[in-house]
């Protein structure tokens, strides 16, 4: 099977025509309202936010996105990314299977279109965890979106949280630290900002998000 074709929701394969008959289900237009966007710079703890997520509330749905990265150990294609290649990824963008995609610090990552909107046509909120680039792609495509801003408590302690990590070598921690404060300086482009102090706080808080969108208004 070849990686478009496991692009749709939950890894199932889908055909080209299931995003335009869920439109047609949602009749006509899908709505973003109830997609939210998780972003922040390298190390705030997004992955961590999302994994306790998947842990405690398996009925949100999140997108899992298509990279170039090489996997880190104990990462689980199709779980926590799908690993591609160079040539896949030119071709998701040639064929317009990405909703969104950007380079950060060396490696490109995009987020699956089919997938997104067909949750959103089903009715069911969506998350993303991705970065600014991502998040401004998403914006101008998708006004109604909510952007949520991941900010550390501190710079010291985004350092040592990226550095404690331990997954990447010094010049990459580097660049993902310059990219680090171009993101917290777009901070206020978003709709609103969660302080990462602690995962189950922040995890509370989204859930409580995703529960509410404008439409319920
Ligand atoms: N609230 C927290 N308090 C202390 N440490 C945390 C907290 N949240 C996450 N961490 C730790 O910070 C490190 C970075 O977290 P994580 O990998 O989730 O960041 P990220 O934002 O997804 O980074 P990247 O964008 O590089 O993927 C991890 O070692 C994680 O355990
Ligand atoms: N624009 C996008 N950014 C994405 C996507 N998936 C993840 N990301 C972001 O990339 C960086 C680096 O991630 P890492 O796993 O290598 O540490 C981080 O900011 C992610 O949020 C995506 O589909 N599109």
Same mark, same amino acid.
């Given at each position: 099977?070849?990686? %478009?074709?496991?692009?749709?929701?939950? #890894?199932?394969? #889908?055909? &080209?025509?299931?995003?335009?008959?869920?439109?047609?289900? %949602?009749?006509?237009?899908?709505?973003?309202?109830?997609l939210t966007v998780l972003s922040g710079?390298?190390?705030v703890g997004k992955s961590t936010v999302v994994?306790?997520i998947?842990? %405690?509330?398996?009925?949100?749905?999140l997108s899992?996105?298509?990279?170039?990265? &090489?996997?880190?150990? #104990?990462?689980?294609?199709?779980?926590?990314?799908?690993?591609?290649?160079?040539?896949?990824?030119?071709?998701?963008? +040639?064929?317009?299977?990405?909703?969104?995609?950007?380079?950060?610090?060396?490696?490109?990552?995009?987020?699956?279109?089919? $997938?997104?909107?067909?949750? *959103?046509?089903?009715?069911?909120?969506a998350l993303l965890e991705i970065d600014?680039?991502g998040a401004?792609?998403v914006?101008?495509?998708?006004?109604?979106a909510r952007l949520v801003f991941l &900010?550390?408590?501190?710079?010291?302690? *985004?350092?040592?949280? *990226?550095?404690?990590?331990?997954?990447?070598?010094?010049?990459?921690?580097?660049?993902?630290? $310059?990219? $680090?404060?171009?993101?917290?300086?777009?901070?206020?482009?978003f709709?609103l900002t969660l302080?990462n102090?602690?995962?189950? #706080?922040v995890c &509370?808080e989204l859930?409580?998000l995703l529960?509410?969108?404008?439409?319920? +208004?």
């Amino acid at each position: 099977m070849e990686i %478009a074709d496991r692009l749709a929701p939950d #890894g199932r394969g #889908g055909s &080209a025509a299931a995003a335009s008959s869920a439109a047609s289900a %949602a009749g006509g237009s899908i709505s973003s309202r109830r997609l939210t966007v998780l972003s922040g710079p390298s190390g705030v703890g997004k992955s961590t936010v999302v994994a306790e997520i998947r842990r %405690a509330h398996p009925e949100v749905w999140l997108s899992v996105s298509v990279t170039t990265r &090489a996997p880190r150990p #104990g990462e689980i294609h199709g779980v926590h990314y799908f690993f591609a290649d160079d040539v896949e990824f030119d071709r998701l963008v +040639d064929e317009g299977e990405l909703l969104e995609w950007a380079e950060f610090a060396g490696n490109r990552y995009g987020t699956p279109r089919r $997938a997104v909107l067909e949750h *959103l046509a089903a009715g069911v909120p969506a998350l993303l965890e991705i970065d600014l680039q991502g998040a401004r792609q998403v914006r101008a495509s998708m006004p109604d979106a909510r952007l949520v801003f991941l &900010a550390p408590p501190s710079w010291e302690e *985004l350092v040592r949280r *990226l550095v404690g990590r331990g997954t990447e070598a010094p010049e990459v921690i580097e660049r993902r630290l $310059a990219a $680090a404060r171009e993101e917290l300086a777009a901070e206020k482009e978003f709709d609103l900002t969660l302080v990462n102090t602690s995962v189950k #706080g922040v995890c &509370a808080e989204l859930i409580s998000l995703l529960a509410v969108h404008p439409s319920d +208004d």
